[in-house]
């Protein structure tokens, strides 16, 4: 019964280098979200997959910031080009569907804590 | 969209003691209401969760309470143990893909 996973749980990054922070869903589950949390804040809403198809992308902050889950499965968040603004923890969260009564709960992994330098 | 407000920011209780933490929201759609335990270093943890056509929940010491009306829920926390120091968020969804609305959070200290 493992939870979700992430990886890596830390990176340091240049400014101006790219970046690609995986995330390992709880087997099963369809939807997936990525949130962003800054430093003593509640994570904020980045993007949303059901399955591969992503549906909501209104929380990117910029065009750097991509995100592809291709097989329904694993997804990368890739920001290319970082800047110091873009320092966070980067949560990944899934849920089993949409539709049911017990649809709703999101399970988050551990986060990757991303430093631009 | 969706704003949710949470008070107090910090919470220093006794411990044996109870704790109360308040959130409002500002959507009438949004129909379910999680709040996240998280800890140092960790991922936020789901523990308890409310859904619109409930009023109270209740598991074991933490329930939550749901004002549809004046759109605002509460975690209460009985007989606090050190164990439940962390940060708490509570969260509103409404229609749509479920994406999550955060509050701001409330760095809860208990002290033995």
């Known amino acids: 019964g493992a939870g979700v996973s992430q990886s890596p749980r830390y990176k340091v990054a240049k400014r101006g280098q790219d970046v690609a922070l995986r995330c390992d869903p709880i087997s099963g589950h369809v939807s997936l979200f990525w949130y962003q949390q800054a430093l003593g804040q509640g994570p904020e809403f980045l993007t949303y997959f059901q399955n591969e198809a992503q549906l909501d992308k209104s929380g990117l902050p910029s065009d750097r910031f991509f995100a592809e889950r291709p097989e329904g499965s694993v997804s990368t968040l890739k920001i290319q080009r970082t800047q110091q603004e873009d320092s966070a923890v980067y949560l990944c969260?899934?849920?089993?569907?949409?539709?049911?009564?017990?649809?709703?709960?999101?399970?988050f992994g551990p986060g990757t804590r991303l430093t631009v330098t | 969209g969706e704003n949710v407000e949470q008070h107090p920011s910090t919470l220093s209780v006794q411990e044996g003691d109870s704790a109360v933490i308040k959130c409002t929201y500002s959507d009438s759609a949004s129909n379910y209401f999680p709040w996240y335990k998280q800890e140092l270093g960790k991922g936020p943890q789901l523990i308890i969760d409310?859904?619109?056509?409930?009023g109270e929940k209740k598991d074991q010491r933490i329930a939550v309470t749901l004002n549809k009306t004046a759109k605002h829920f509460s975690l209460h926390i009985t007989e606090t143990q050190p164990e439940d120091s962390a940060v708490y968020f509570c969260a509103a969804s409404g229609a749509g893909w479920g994406k999550l609305q955060f509050g701001a959070g409330t760095q809860v200290v208990v002290t033995p």
């Open positions: 969260a899934s849920s089993l569907t949409l539709g049911g009564r017990s649809s709703y709960e999101q399970y």
């Open positions: 409310i859904r619109s056509n409930v």
